[in-house]
T-cell receptor, first 111, second 113 residues
Framework: RKEVEQDPGPFNVPEGATVAFNCTYS??????FFWYRQDCRKEPKLLMS???SGNEDGRFTAQLNRASQYISLLIRDSKLSDSATYLC????????????FGTGTLLAVQP | DGGITQSPKYLFRKEGQNVTLSCEQN?????MYWYRQDPGQGLRLIYY???????QKGDIAEGYSVSREKKESFPLTVTSAQKNPTAFYLC????????????FGPGTRLTVL
């Protein structure tokens, strides 16, 4: 079983749509959770951290369910510029800086 | 501007040659990391360093070597022992502790001819 699992997609959605990505992780000791965005042939960039209480940043909402070891990202009112691969990332567990990356979910927003 | 730089952006190597990828950061981060990304796979950790003159192997260290002589610099050498070196190499840095976010450089795309 992969340590972080994501649906690879692609998710093809029209502009203005709401789209949700899900991710599961296997290490119950993981402490920190993130969504990164990666454009084609570019480096990953931090989109947002994910907190137990859930957090929102404009059109983006992230949620964490520790009991189910499940993370989600919701994008409302999709823009063409949201087209990218979204990486689910968790820490390796314990007092460590090591991050474990999912393989990513590809989003294509169409006009 | 604070950030992470990697050079070169593209690198071509003949089989049997060692090559060194540069990574520099001016974020005053203690920790630095090297990842490899292949199509359809997540980022895999090659080496990481949390302090000058100290580094640890990641999940796929075979065929690679690193040094950390300065806080700002963490070069990666891809040796001829690495059997499949063609990949996208990403360097990252972070503060120690805290919330563990890592920030990435623009990457080096290595192709073995």
């Amino acid at each position: 079983r992969k340590e972080v699992e994501q649906d690879p997609g692609p998710f093809n959605v029209p502009e203005g749509a709401t789209v949700a990505f899900n991710c599961t992780y296997s290490n119950s000791a993981s402490q920190s959770f993130f969504w990164y965005r990666q454009d084609c042939r570019k480096e990953p960039k931090l989109l947002m951290s994910v907190y137990s209480s859930g957090n929102e940043d404009g059109r983006f909402t992230a949620q964490l369910n520790r009991a189910s070891q499940y993370i989600s990202l919701l994008i409302r009112d999709s823009k063409l510029s949201d087209s990218a691969t979204y990486l689910c990332v968790v820490t390796g567990g314990g007092a460590t800086n090591k991050l474990i990356f999912g393989t990513g979910t590809l989003l294509a927003v169409q006009p | 501007d604070g950030g992470i730089t990697q050079s070169p952006k593209y690198l071509f190597r003949k089989e049997g040659q060692n090559v060194t990828l540069s990574c520099e950061q001016n974020l005053n981060h203690d920790a630095m990391y090297w990842y490899r990304q292949d199509p359809g796979q997540g980022l895999r950790l090659i080496y990481y360093s949390q302090i000058v003159n100290d580094f640890q192997k990641g999940d796929i260290a075979e065929g690679y070597s690193v040094s950390r002589e300065k806080k700002e610099s963490f070069p990666l050498t891809v040796t001829s022992a690495q059997k499949n070196p063609t990949a996208f190499y990403l360097c990252a840095s972070s503060m120690l502790g805290g919330t563990f976010e890592q920030f990435f450089g623009p990457g080096t795309r290595l192709t073995v001819l």
